[in-house]
């Protein structure tokens, strides 16, 4: 069924680009069996890391693995632990990243279950390496969850996350839960209180905290952010805001001079949905060169969408369509040397699970390149979401994306669990032309269906016990 179903994807995308048929090229995978939610980042020396959740260093344990690949390498290094416990968290949407400081410490964030196992929720941890990881330093708690992380002067990092908007105390220990027990009725004369926020922390270079703001009280449940350095100590937070009316359109909010500026909307998409999507947007930056992606099913049509910027996100050009009509989403976004932007995101195929990666080259212009499949996938939550990085050595117009392969275990039974595996690829944007206007512009998006044919949104269904909830005290 999926060497079907690849071929079939394959088809489709030589007969929307066939000159672009060189411009991936897998690239073997440091990672084993039975790993998953992978993340990419490039420091300003070029080298690339890969972190990636796998199976641990003592039974019943699972890891959070680092491998690196080097300017001009034509390998991974060996992979290493940078943590490895039983109380590791490993969600779809909410996965460990890595950022580079600006005096070449490696911090490290991932999630953690509470020791206690009757309590509920996960949060977030954090280390540092000033060896190129080889060792770590002492785990110390940071946020609760979708947490960003960005570099900045002085060997001084930014780290932005979600945490609930109803918690007494944040940083109170987990408390245990009757699973049993009735949750309180809503009163539906209740003032409006906002379920999530937004929270940023400014973190000196031994982790210590040096000052935290909320940048936004209301925000969407489970969404990822998103931060881009915009030069200096400049950045952009990219999320999904919240509305009392529940509008879950996209935001931006501006750090500058030590202070966080008013969010604003990104796109005005009018998205009224009362529940999580889980499908935040992607930004990166490379000087005042920015471009943004996003996806939206305002009006029940499912939506990727893109705008660039050349002042630094002071204005915008119009949204572009970058899907081909049953996007999924799942969506990142990577700058490149030239200043074009590389997206990626999953495309639903016709029925079932099945489902295609897509990259698309977006030029400062605003013209796109068609769109180029990576790998045939599953759109199942196992295989989470792609992410894309770019190298910094040649010309500076190749990528790196690595992905989660996800396959049930019983080939009869397309809903039992998935074996997965974290694949990464290069790809080469130089491949990948401007095309001509009949080919840049999305087919016409198809109206959402929900159900066991075709589910183009993962929901956190707001009467089930969600990220909303994990944090909420009684």
């Known amino acids: 069924m999926k060497r079907n179903l690849h071929a079939a994807l394959l088809s489709l995308s030589l007969a929307l680009c066939a000159h672009t048929a060189a411009a991936v090229r897998e690239f073997p995978s440091p990672a084993p069996a039975d790993t998953q939610e992978s993340s990419l980042y490039t420091g300003t020396d070029g080298t690339t890391y890969l972190t990636y959740a796998g199976p641990g260093t003592a039974a019943g344990e699972r890891a959070l693995w680092l491998a690196t690949l080097a300017p001009g390498a034509a390998t991974w290094s060996a992979p290493r632990p940078i943590v490895s416990t039983k109380l590791l ?263 079932g699970n099945d489902a295609g990666l897509y990259v698309r080259r977006i030029f400062p212009d605003g013209s796109l390149s068609a769109p180029q499949l990576v790998a045939a996938t599953s759109s199942v939550r196992a295989s989470g979401f792609a992410r894309l990085a770019a190298r910094r050595d040649g010309d500076g117009l190749t990528a790196v994306i690595s992905w989660t392969d996800a396959v049930p275990k019983d080939a009869a039974n397309p809903k039992s669990p998935a074996a997965t595996q974290v694949h990464t690829a290069l790809i080469d944007a130089a491949a990948l032309k401007p095309a001509p206007a009949a080919t840049t512009s999305a087919a016409r998006p198809r109206a959402i269906v929900r159900g066991d044919e075709l589910a183009l949104l993962e929901l956190c269904e707001p009467t089930a016990p969600t990220h909303s909830s994990l944090n909420d005290s009684p």
């Open 89 to 351: 968290m490993e969600n779809w949407a909410d996965f460990a990243s890595l950022t580079v400081g600006t005096d070449g410490q490696l911090w490290a964030q991932w999630f953690q279950k509470p020791a206690d196992e009757d309590a509920h929720g996960y949060d977030g941890w954090c280390a540092r390496s000033t060896d190129g990881g080889a060792t770590w330093t002492k785990p110390a708690a940071l946020g609760h969850e979708f947490v960003s992380l960005a570099p900045l002067s002085e060997g001084r990092v930014m780290a932005v996350w979600l945490e609930s908007a109803r918690v007494r105390d944040p940083n109170a220990p987990r408390v245990k839960r009757d699973p049993n027990a009735a949750r309180p009725a809503k009163d539906p004369n209740a003032p409006y209180a906002p379920a999530m926020r937004l929270k940023a922390r400014l973190l000196a270079p031994d982790g210590s905290t040096l000052q935290d703001w909320v940048v936004d009280p209301d925000t969407c449940t489970c969404c990822q952010t998103s931060l881009a350095h915009l030069g200096g100590d400049r950045l952009i937070l990219a999320y999904r805001g919240h509305t009392p009316d529940e509008i879950r359109d996209n935001q931006i909010v501006f750090f500058n001079q030590n202070i966080w500026g008013p969010p604003r909307p990104l796109h005005t998409d009018g998205w009224k949905i009362p529940a999580c999507p889980v499908n935040g947007p992607a930004a990166d930056a490379r000087g005042e060169s920015l471009a943004i992606a996003w996806f939206t099913a305002a009006d029940g049509v499912a939506r990727v969408q893109a705008k660039v910027s050349c002042d630094g996100g002071v204005t915008f050009g119009p949204a572009l369509a970058i899907d081909l009509g049953r996007p999924i989403g799942r969506i990142d976004l990577v700058k490149l040397a030239d200043n074009s932007s590389l997206v990626s995101w999953l495309e639903a195929a016709s029925k």
